[in-house]
């Protein structure tokens, strides 16, 4: 299938997936929950898993994943997925995860891997001590994607390689194979806060391992922590310019606008118009303002849900009910071409 070539065959379907490794950012929320929300109920069938399996490719302490699952699922819940509309689940429920994705590493070849910024920054100068399935991870998030035909998958910025490899092992199987099997999957990558970056350091992005607990916004953090973070953001000394281009060359002040267009649902520019000419100092408070306004709500449901695990674990089991019904299909198929005697 070459590019630009449409594939129509498709239902229009999203999936998308957050690791639960513990410790949301406002990243997490603006890049894809958020966003995960608001494609539901669209003309698109949604479904948004928990990648479990992704998360152990580094060290996770058991207890504290099994938390974290139950966590992010609460989290999508309440930054505005219904259950019923979405479907929900945690990736190891399903299966067929895992048997599309050895079809995938036979698939995928060692130098396409090699080449994934996430591969170098996570294994660092290490490459040798770290998992095999650090280095295979892409494959499974091909799988993860592929074994429901999804032809969209909003994510951030960070994770537009690994969709463009998705694209990649499809082509590469649809050839080999002979078949128009696998479609070639859109990344969608919209919006202000595709990249949110840390409050310290604007050419650094916005994450949950950076060792400054000042970096980030938690999902968990509370309004003083918000407001404190907030006011001692790295900024540069100049008023905020009245127009998107006055922001280029200068990385925290955009980021601090882009996170107020996010928020508010406004158009950068719209937001410039407002407060262009003003100080971080009058600028700041109106951000804390906003981001108490609308993540306390978030982290309050959040904690609210996490007093009923056993209705969360209920939800996981139900959307993986759904959701294998349609991978089901898929690898069953999938093992006939390859040439599996079933
Ligand atoms: P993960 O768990 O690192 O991040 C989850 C989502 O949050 C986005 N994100 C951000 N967006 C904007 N600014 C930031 N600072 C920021 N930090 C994180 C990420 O881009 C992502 O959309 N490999 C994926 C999980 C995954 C997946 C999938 C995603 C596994 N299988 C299939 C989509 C489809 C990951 O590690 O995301």
Not at 122 to 135: P, V
Request: hydrophobic share 40%; glycine share 6%.
């Amino acid at each position: 299938m070459s590019e630009g070539q449409v594939q129509t065959a498709f239902t229009k379907r999203v999936f998308s997936g957050i690791q639960p490794s513990g410790g949301l950012t406002l990243g997490n929320y603006l890049g894809a929950m958020k966003r995960f929300a608001g494609m539901q109920g669209q003309g698109f069938e949604t479904i948004y898993c928990m990648v479990d399996l992704h998360a152990i490719t580094v060290w996770q302490d058991p207890e504290n994943l099994r938390r974290a699952t139950r966590e992010l699922c609460a989290g999508y819940i309440a930054s505005g997925l219904n259950p019923e509309d979405s479907i929900l689940f945690n990736q190891s429920q399903v299966p067929e995860h895992t048997q599309l994705a050895w079809i995938f590493n036979c698939v995928a070849r060692m130098g396409w891997m090699q080449r994934m910024t996430q591969w170098k920054d996570k294994a660092g100068k290490n490459q040798q001590n770290a998992s095999l399935g650090l280095f295979a991870y892409p494959a499974l998030m091909a799988a993860d994607i592929l074994v429901y035909h999804a032809t969209h998958v909003p994510v951030g910025e960070d994770q537009k390689q690994h969709v463009e490899l998705t694209r990649d092992i499809a082509a590469k199987f649809n050839h080999d194979f002979g078949v128009d099997f696998f479609p070639m999957t859109e990344p969608v990558i919209e919006g202000t806060a595709t990249r949110v970056m840390s409050l310290r350091d604007g050419s650094k992005k916005m994450s949950k391992s950076d060792p400054s607990d000042m970096s980030r916004i938690n999902m968990t953090d509370n309004a003083d922590a918000i407001a404190s973070k907030i006011r001692k953001a790295r900024t540069d000394p100049d008023a905020l310019p009245s127009e998107a281009k006055g922001l280029e060359d200068r990385p925290e002040a955009r980021n601090l606008v882009n996170i107020f267009a996010a928020l508010s649902d406004t158009p950068v520019d719209a937001v410039l118009k407002d407060v262009g000419g003003k100080q971080f100092s009058e600028f700041k408070p109106m951000l804390s303002e906003l981001a108490v306004e609308k993540l306390a709500p978030i982290s309050s449901e959040m904690a609210r849900l996490m007093e009923a695990p056993d209705e969360i674990d209920a939800i996981l089991a139900r959307g993986a009910e759904r959701a294998r019904s349609i991978a089901e299909p898929v690898v069953k198929r999938t093992y006939e071409i390859v040439g599996m005697v079933r």
